[in-house]
T-cell receptor, first 112, second 112 residues
C-alpha cells in the first residue's frame, strides 16, 4: 500500500536560515507528488507539484523540491526562510488510482 | 465562482446520531475527496471519487459512507456517530490527476 512519511514533526528556524523538509513515499509505480502549506486558520494551498520531467521543481514563494526516484524522496527546500513562512507543510502522493494521500505534516516555526 | 462549498461549518452530535456532510463544486472537476484532519495526523483520506458514478475507500473509511450524487456533489454520511469521529472534515476536488486540489472551508464536527 502507498504511504507518505514526513519525519520532521516540528522544525524551528531563525529568519534567513535555510530549510529542508523531508518527504519519503512508498509506492512502486508512477507517482505525482505535491507540497501543500497550511497557514494558521486557512485552507491548504499548493506550493508545488511534480508530474513528470525535470525532477527539480520550483514553486511559489521561493520554495523548490527535488524528486529523487531512487530514494523515494521529494524534499522541500527554501534557501532563506521568513517569519511569514511559519505554517504547517504537507507532502502528498497521488498514484494512478487517483487516490491522494497526505503525510502527517511538519510544523515550521520561524523566529524573527 | 464559489469553488468548493461545504456544509455545515460546525456540528455537534450525540453518540449514535447520524448526519450527512454536503459538498458541491462548480468547477466541473472529475475527482472529489473527503479528508479528516486531526492534530499530529495530517489529512487522512476517508473516501474518494475519481469520477462521477465511482467511489473508493481511502485510508480510514470505517464508520462512513459516501455518495457521488452527480458530478457536482459528493456527500459524506456518518450513520452512527462516535466520539472518535470528532474532527475537522474537508472536501476537495481536482480536475484531473496531478492537478491542484481545491478545498472546501471545512466542517468542525464534535461528537459527544
Amino acid at each position: 500500500a502507498q504511504s507518505v512519511s514526513q519525519h520532521n514533526h516540528h522544525v524551528i528556524l531563525s529568519e534567513a536560515a535555510s530549510l529542508e523538509l523531508g518527504c519519503n513515499y512508498s509506492y512502486g509505480g508512477t507517482v505525482n507528488l505535491f507540497w501543500y502549506v497550511q497557514y494558521p486558520g486557512q485552507h491548504l494551498q499548493l506550493l508545488l507539484k511534480y508530474f513528470s520531467g525535470d525532477p527539480l521543481v520550483k514553486g511559489i514563494k521561493g520554495f523548490e523540491a527535488e524528486f529523487i526516484k531512487s530514494k523515494f524522496s521529494f524534499n522541500l527546500r527554501k534557501p532563506s526562510v521568513q517569519w511569514s513562512d511559519t505554517a504547517e507543510y504537507f507532502c502528498a502522493l497521488q498514484t494512478g488510482a487517483n487516490n491522494l494521500f497526505f503525510g502527517t505534516g511538519t510544523r515550521l516555526t520561524v523566529i524573527p | 465562482n464559489a469553488g468548493v462549498t461545504q456544509t455545515p461549518k460546525f456540528q455537534v452530535l450525540k453518540t449514535g446520531q447520524s448526519m450527512t456532510l454536503q459538498c458541491a463544486q462548480d468547477m466541473n472537476h472529475n475527482s472529489m475527496y473527503w479528508y479528516r484532519q486531526d492534530p499530529g495526523m495530517g489529512l487522512r483520506l476517508i473516501y474518494y471519487s475519481a469520477s462521477e458514478g465511482t467511489t473508493d475507500k481511502g485510508e480510514v473509511p470505517n464508520g462512513y459512507n459516501v455518495s457521488r450524487l452527480n458530478k457536482r456533489e459528493f456527500s459524506l454520511r456518518l450513520e452512527s456517530a462516535a466520539p472518535s469521529q470528532t474532527s475537522v472534515y474537508f472536501c476537495a476536488s481536482q480536475r484531473e490527476r496531478a492537478e491542484k486540489l481545491f478545498f472546501g472551508s471545512g466542517t468542525q464536527l464534535s461528537v459527544l
